[in-house]
C-alpha cells in the first residue's frame, strides 16, 4: 500500500494542553489505529484536580489578556490568523488525526481542516456584528439589553469528526469572548492537541484553549460538574448527554448545548430523480461508513419505484473498497473499534433472525482492520433495533409506503427528530411534507450538509438542544443583561 504518510514517522502528543503548556500524565488509555487495530500510544486521563487546573488557567488567560473586553476587530483579526495556520498546517493536522480516526487522510485535509477554518473565520465575523439591543422603556428609564461573554466553556467532543468538532466548539465560544477547557474523545485525542497548539502560535492568548485529555466518566464529569465552568457545549451520543444532564443538574445549574444522535429516515417518492437519490443516500450512509451523526439510516421509498431505487441503491454499495485511512487515495472508511464493528453486526444479525433480508452487504469486509460492508436490510419489524437504534455503522433499513401519510408515519421517529431527506420533483409536495417531519434539518434533493455554515444545526427531541452554527450558536456562547436605568 502507498501511503500518504508513513504511519511510523508521525510524533504522536501524549500531554494536557493546559495555559499553553504540555501538562504530561500517566499514560492511562491506549489510542488505537482502526485501520489495523495496533496500539498507537497512551494518553492520560486528566482527574478532577488537573480539570480545575485547566479552568483556573482559562480564567487567568481571560483577565490577563481582557479577550472578551476588547475591541472586537482584535478578536476577529487573532482567530483569522489561527484559522490561517490551520490550513498552512494541513498536512500535520490531517496526519494527527487519520492516524486514529476513520477519517481518510486525504477527506480531511481537503475537506474537514478547510471547512473548519473558514468556520472559525465565520464566528469570528459575528464579533463586531452581533450585539446588544436599546429596549423600548418609558421615557423616565433608560433601558437596554447588553449581551457579554459566559466566561469559560467547557467543551466535549466525538471521535467520529474530531477537527470539525472541535471547530465548531472552539469557533463560537472564542469569538464570543469566552476561554475554553476542551475534552476530545480519548480515541481520536491527537488532532485537537495540535490545534491547541496553533492557537498559541497563531498569538491567541496562552490558556484561551486548554485541552484536557481523558475518558467520559472521570475527566467528562469533572468538565461539566466544576463550578468555574459557566456553559457546557457536548456533541455525542444522547446516553452520554443524559448523562451530562443528570451531572449538571446534581452539581449546580448550568447551561448547556447538546448535540446528540440520530437516526435520521431518507423519504423517496416515486417522482424522485432515482439515480441523484440513489448517489445521495449512497454517501448519506457510507461516508465515514455511517458514522455520522445525520447518517440517512432508514430508507423510506413509494412502493412503485423500490425495486428499482434498491436495485441502484446495491449497485452503488458494492462499489466500496476499504483502505488504510492514511492511503494515498481516500477509500472507505474502518469502523472505529471493534467493539463497534461487533455491536453492527450484532444488530444486523437479530434484524435478520427477526425476519429482515440483507439486500446487500452484512458482513466484515476481509481486510485487515474493522471494516464492515455497506449494509441494505429491507424486512425490518418496527420494534427491530435495526430500525429504532442509532447503530453508527454503514447500515440503512430499507421500508416502502404508498401514500404519503404513510410515509410521515414511517418517517417519524419515537425519540430522534436530527435530521431528514425528501426526493420528490413536486415543489408543492416537498414544502408539505417539509413542515411535517419533526426534525432540526431537512434536506431535500440532497443530502448532507453544505457549506453554508449560517444554517443552524441541532436536533429535535433527543438528538439535541440547542444549535451548533448558524447565528445561533454565536448567541449560545453570550448571555444577556438587561440594564434599566432611572432618569
Ligand atoms: P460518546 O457520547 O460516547 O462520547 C462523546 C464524548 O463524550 C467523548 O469525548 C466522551 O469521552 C465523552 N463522554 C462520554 N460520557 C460522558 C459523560 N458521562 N460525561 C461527560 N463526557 C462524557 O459519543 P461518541 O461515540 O464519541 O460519538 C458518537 C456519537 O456522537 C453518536 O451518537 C453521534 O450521533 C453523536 N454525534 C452527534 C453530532 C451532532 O451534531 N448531533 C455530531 C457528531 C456526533
Redo the contacts with the bound molecule.
Sequence with gaps: MIFAVEPDRIALPNSHFIGGEHVAGDGQIAVLSPSTGQVLGEIPIADAATVDRAVKAARAALAASNWGGIAPRERLRALCAWADLIEAEAETLAMLEAVCSSRPYWQVHEGDIRITAEQIRFFAEFADKEGGALAPVADSSFGYISDEPYGVVGA??????PIS?AG?KLGPALAAGNAVVI?????TPYSTLYMAELSVRAGLPAGLINVVL????V???A??GHAGIDKVS????????A??ME?IARTGIKPMTL????KSPVIVCADADLDLAADCIDRGITSNAG????AGSRLIVARAIADALAEKVRERFGRHRPAHTLAVTAGYSPI?SEKQLERIDSIVRAAVHQGGEVLCGGARFDHEGSYYQPTLVAGVTDTSPALRE?I?GPVATFQTFDTDDEAMALAGHPTYG?CAGLFTRDLSRALRLTRRIEAGTVWVNRYGRSTDHILP???WKS??LGK?LGREAYAANRRTKSVLIDL
Design positions: 466535549i467532543t466525538p471521535w467520529n469528526f468538532m465548531w475534552k476530545p474523545s480519548e480515541m481523558g475518558d467520559g466518566p475527566t467528562g464529569a468538565i461539566t457536548f456533541t455525542g451520543s444522547t446516553r452520554a448527554g448523562a451530562i451531572n448535540e446528540l444522535g440520530g458514522q455520522v451523526c445525520v472505529i442509532e453508527f436530527l444545526t441541532g436536533g438528538s439535541g451548533d
